[in-house]
């Protein structure tokens, strides 16, 4: 199993594509227990055109968001690939949200989540996105497991 991916290694993990793929990077796997991940936040990220002018902040949403993408790659790491090519994850609910501090262009994003419980169709996790080694955001997360159709 591997212990860290590429982009591309991600993107067969995961079906977000650009914009919408918010992970650059898995720096530590350790299959059905935790995930380290990267996320590189750079100015001309679509979001920020309006969000906000002038005083450019990423949205709190994509920053869970990101933490669910590398929870997805977390829970899909040891899936043979075509299983995996069947599934898709749904979110079922997001709780004890917290956002410290604004994230902007510059900062790099470390992402760490782990697997609290998995089912045979659910998971849940919790998440923590850190800038500088300070906690700017956490959560725990539920998706469901699904077949694509």
């Avoid at 869970?64 to 790659?73: L, R, S, T, Y």
């Amino acid at each position: 199993m591997e212990t860290s991916m590429d982009i591309t290694t991600i993107m067969d993990h995961l079906p977000h594509r650009y914009p919408f793929l918010l992970v650059d990077r898995i720096l530590r796997i350790e299959p059905h227990k935790s995930i380290k991940a990267l996320k590189n936040v750079t100015f001309n990220e679509p979001f920020f055109q309006g969000h906000f002018p002038g005083l450019p902040v990423m949205p709190g949403v994509l920053i869970i968001e990101a933490m669910a993408q590398a929870g997805g790659v977390l829970a899909a790491s040891d899936m043979d690939p075509k299983q995996r090519e069947k599934l898709v994850y749904y979110f079922m609910g997001i709780d004890k949200v917290k956002f410290r501090k604004p994230v902007v262009p510059g900062d790099q994003l470390i992402i760490e989540v782990e697997l609290l419980k998995i089912r045979s169709r659910a998971v849940k996790m919790a998440g923590t996105a850190k800038v500088g080694g300070k906690i700017v955001a956490e959560a725990q997360m539920m998706a469901s497991i699904g077949e694509k159709e």
